[in-house]
């Protein structure tokens, strides 16, 4: 039973460029949770999807950045037009239908570097 | 606005010995406060986790201690190993109210000595 899959462990982009991360919870999770880690700093909630349905997205910031978890497929976060400030960890953590985000499990984060 | 305070940011203890981290809440709405494990280059793994119903929780070497009237509550680590050196992430949560994310306090890197 894989874990919570993040790819790519590590990304490097441009400023301006488009950074896409992705995240394929545990099998049966139907709930997907992102963070963003900047160093020396605690996860900071983003977003929490469902399956085709944002539900709480008062964590993300209001330009620049997306979230979708299509009926197939993974979670994607979406960054465009990326900036310094955006390098950071970003962790992805899922849970099953019908439990809250105390039930979450972690993936290994997606380090993203914009040089 | 910082809901959660972790101290301290960084502790370096004897192994045998016993770390207490400790973390301060806010909003007397938050119901679930669990405790996470990161090691470098991990995502966090959830350790022991405690509802204010309980005072204290323990969990093989991990108890946590909880004082709601105080709006704080602590990690212990018995008996501290080496491979228990990690950074330590407090969080808590309003389970049953609108917010849907853990707020984390900023971690506490600690270095068990052998």
């Known amino acids: 039973n894989a874990g919570v899959m993040q790819n790519p462990r590590h990304l490097v982009r441009r400023r301006g460029q488009e950074a896409r991360l992705r995240c394929s919870p545990m099998?049966?999770?139907?709930?997907v949770y992102w963070y963003r880690q900047l160093p020396e700093e605690g996860l900071k909630f983003m977003v929490y999807?469902?399956?085709?349905?944002?539900?709480?997205e008062s964590g993300m910031p209001k330009e620049r950045f997306s979230a979708e978890f299509p009926k197939e497929g993974p979670s994607i976060l979406r960054i465009q037009q990326v900036v310094r400030g955006d390098s950071a960890a970003y962790f992805c953590?899922?849970?099953?239908?019908?439990?809250?985000?105390?039930?979450?499990?972690f993936g290994q984060g997606t380090r993203l570097t914009v040089v | 606005q910082q809901q959660v305070k972790q101290s301290p940011q960084s502790l370096i203890v004897q192994k045998g010995g016993i770390p207490i981290i400790n973390c301060a809440y806010e909003?007397?709405?938050?119901?679930?406060f669990p405790w996470y494990q990161q090691f470098p280059g991990k995502g966090p793994a959830l350790l022991i986790a405690?509802?204010?119903?309980?005072s204290e929780k323990k969990e093989g070497r991990f108890t946590i201690s909880f004082n709601k009237s105080a709006k704080q509550f602590s990690l212990h680590i018995m008996d501290s190993q080496p491979g228990d050196s990690a950074t330590y992430f407090c969080?808590?949560?309003?389970?049953?109210?609108?917010?849907?994310?853990?707020?984390f306090g900023k971690g506490t890197h600690l270095i068990i000595q052998p």
């Open positions: 953590a899922s849970s099953p239908a019908g439990h809250s985000n105390t039930e979450a499990f």
């Open positions: 099998k049966g999770h139907s709930h």
């Open positions: 999807l469902q399956k085709e349905n944002i539900i709480d």
């Open positions: 909003n007397t709405a938050f119901d679930y």
């Open positions: 405690i509802r204010p119903d309980v």
């Open positions: 969080a808590a949560i309003d389970s049953g109210g609108g917010a849907d994310g853990l707020t």
